[in-house]
């Protein structure tokens, strides 16, 4: 069964720098979604994405934040300049568009668990 | 008050008991998923309903729309069920079709 994938599993990173996780959807899906995981709490909304485009994003997705498809098969958060509190899970996610697309169902990838030190 | 509760927060449960775990939402929703996140991390999607009630293997999920409820039930609990599940909602009048999420349910099934 296809499946989402993200690299790398684990990033440990000085605080002040940047970095980008990656995220390879289903492939035909269109739909795009980056949510994280603070430690101990509960998975919160960051970003969506459709048509090489922001859909919707969260007051948690400020100025240090961006995402982008820079190509046909991935899908990428970079975070600019990194704060000790994004020490946290990120988890892409994708949907294919159908009929009903707004009902079809999501699929996560594993995480990418980020240290910032 | 978070817009979607879960309860119980932790349960433990003896190999072969029926668990149910709830969720209560208190805006309009398009949708409710049940998610499984397993200790790695990693959340697989193991419903999505916006009425009435499914079942896939051990598992049955029902919602209730005017009651903003929704149940998850394992019949014939196992060991291997062990994981945090989580009910999240897709509201509907958001247009990039966000989940928002509850806190989780940790269960703990022991042989």
């Known amino acids: 069964e296809p499946e989402v994938t993200q690299t790398p599993s684990h990033q440990v990173t000085q605080m002040g720098q940047e970095v980008i996780l990656r995220c390879v959807p289903i492939?035909?899906?269109?739909?795009f979604y980056w949510y994280r995981q603070i430690l101990g709490q509960k998975v919160e909304f960051l970003v969506s994405?459709?048509?090489?485009?922001?859909?919707?994003k969260s007051e948690i997705f400020d100025d240090q934040f961006s995402v982008e498809r820079p190509d046909g098969s991935n899908f990428t958060l970079k975070i600019r300049s990194t704060k000790l509190e994004d020490s946290a899970m990120y988890f892409c996610a994708s949907r294919k568009l159908g009929q009903r697309s707004y009902n079809s169902p999501l699929h996560f990838g594993n995480g990418t668990r980020l240290t910032v030190t | 008050k978070n817009e979607v509760e879960q309860s119980p927060q932790n349960l433990t449960a003896q190999e072969g008991e029926f668990i149910t775990i709830n969720c209560s939402y208190s805006v309009g929703i398009s949708a409710l998923h049940w998610l499984q996140q397993h200790p790695g991390g990693g959340i697989v999607s193991l419903f999505m309903?916006?009425?009435g009630k499914k079942k896939h293997g051990r598992l049955i999920a029902t919602i209730n729309i005017q009651e903003k409820h929704s149940s998850l039930h394992i019949t014939a609990s196992h060991p291997r069920d062990s994981a945090v599940y989580i009910c999240a909602v897709r509201r509907v009048e958001t247009s990039g079709s966000r989940l928002t999420f509850g806190e989780g349910t940790q269960l703990t099934v022991n042989p």
């Open positions: 309903l916006s009425s």
């Open positions: 994405f459709y048509n090489n485009e922001i859909s919707e």
């Open positions: 492939s035909n899906h269109l739909y």
